[in-house]
């Protein structure tokens, strides 16, 4: 494809940035749409990847047809089959009526899995026979149904990392991802932060005629080296509110610090080194609130145990310097009167995964107002994560 025919797709969507690997994205999109091939859409909670399937659905011979979007994340377990493949009258409690599922109801069009990742492994079974024949039952149903849908599937879970925990179908992933496409995270779009800002800033003036926000030389420096966990979502996000709470038009680093809700967790130590160039990858929020505990209690037995050279002797401060500097005692110390120190590990405090789980949830859910589905945005889990994990702590 052309440079122009991209241009004209980013009018087109909304897209805004001139970002090589975006751009390979929309490229890629755009040759694999005339084909009936399944798209595998990957990227990080925020990066916009539901306008992919709508590219290629409309640049498909499939464009007058249906399109579907399904959250997959958002349905229930126990009914997510039925959702998907429909289910006959009186096939469960509630199955009061026949009722068709997406894929009959899309045939002949596209069918869009957002967060396929969440699937139970149950719906996965169903999911690859349709891809591989076409084929399906209604829940209640002995009678196969054919469907000509296309599947454009989307997660920002790693799949790998799923499968190598059997929570994800290793045959399915090769069936879905037959043509991968990455959406690049935020941070690795430095180039666009300063267009996309200036898009919703003109916006947001536009819809409540008001004059648009700016930044000041600090604050479009801070701007560009936050690293927007939450990616061009939390940067619309942000950009609203200070429009909307700010009466001062020029905004300075201060004012936009207020408005970054993440910017105080980047400073944390136990997170400071923990970047998008880094080798590990942490899959979910639970590996990242392990390795924060587990930093954290290393850091309590390392001050412990300094504590106790010092006390022990072994250790001196030198007198000379004022920077905490400590060297091993080469002199006779006076004797004192010492308390016992009990060993490290027997007074080591619990730090409690649960604890801080359910406390980031809390604030999740008290910064939107209990609006599960931005809170789980936010948290970057899905909303059936969230809803799973709400009830879990008794948070409803």
Not at 306 to 326: A, C, F, K, Q, R
Request: hydrophobic share 35%; glycine share 4%; with cysteine.
């Amino acid at each position: 494809m052309t440079n122009n025919d991209i241009q004209q797709i980013k009018q087109r969507f909304g897209i805004i940035g001139n970002n090589a690997e975006l751009n390979r994205a929309i490229d890629v999109a755009l040759q694999v749409a005339p084909t009936d091939l399944s798209v595998l859409i990957t990227g990080e909670s925020g990066v916009g990847k539901e306008v992919f399937p709508q590219i290629i659905h409309r640049n498909s011979p499939r464009k007058h047809a249906q399109y579907i979007a399904v959250n997959c994340g958002a349905i229930p377990e126990g009914t997510i089959v039925s959702e998907l493949f429909g289910h006959e009258k009186g096939s469960f409690t509630d199955a009061k009526d026949l009722r068709k599922g997406y894929f009959e109801v899309a045939d002949g069009g596209t069918i869009f899995l957002d967060e396929v990742g969440e699937l139970p492994l149950t719906a996965q079974v169903h999911l690859l026979r349709v891809l591989e024949s076409r084929d399906f039952k209604r829940v209640g149903s002995s009678k196969d149904q054919k469907t000509n849908v296309r599947i454009v599937a989307a997660t920002n879970v790693d799949l790998a990392e799923a499968i190598s925990h059997h929570k994800f179908r290793e045959d399915l992933y090769y069936r879905l991802n037959t043509v991968p496409v990455r959406i690049p995270p935020l941070r690795e779009r430095p180039e666009d932060i300063a267009l996309l800002f200036r898009k919703f800033a003109s916006d947001i003036a536009d819809k409540y005629q008001m004059p648009a926000i700016h930044l000041d030389d600090e604050a479009r420096q801070l701007l560009l080296s936050y690293r927007w966990p939450g990616n061009v979502r939390e940067l619309k996000n942000v950009v609203e509110g200070i429009s909307i709470v700010e009466k001062d038009r020029e905004i300075t680093a201060d004012v936009l610090k207020m408005h970054l809700p993440n910017i105080s967790m980047e400073k944390l130590p136990a997170l400071a080194s923990y970047h998008a160039d880094d080798q590990k990858v942490f899959n979910s929020e639970r590996e990242i609130l392990y390795q924060v505990l587990f930093d954290m209690r290393k850091d309590v037995n390392e001050l412990k145990k300094l504590v106790h050279d010092i006390m022990d002797g072994s250790l001196t401060m030198d007198p000379v310097e004022s920077n905490h500097i400590y060297t091993p005692a080469t002199v006779s110390q006076p004797s004192i009167h010492r308390p016992p120190i009990q060993d490290t590990e027997a007074v080591e405090e619990t730090l409690s995964l649960e604890d801080v789980e359910k406390e980031m949830i809390k604030k999740a859910l008290d910064k939107h107002n209990g609006r599960r589905k931005n809170a789980a945005a936010d948290l970057q889990i899905s909303e059936r994560t969230l809803y799973r994990k709400i009830k879990e702590y008794g948070l409803e």
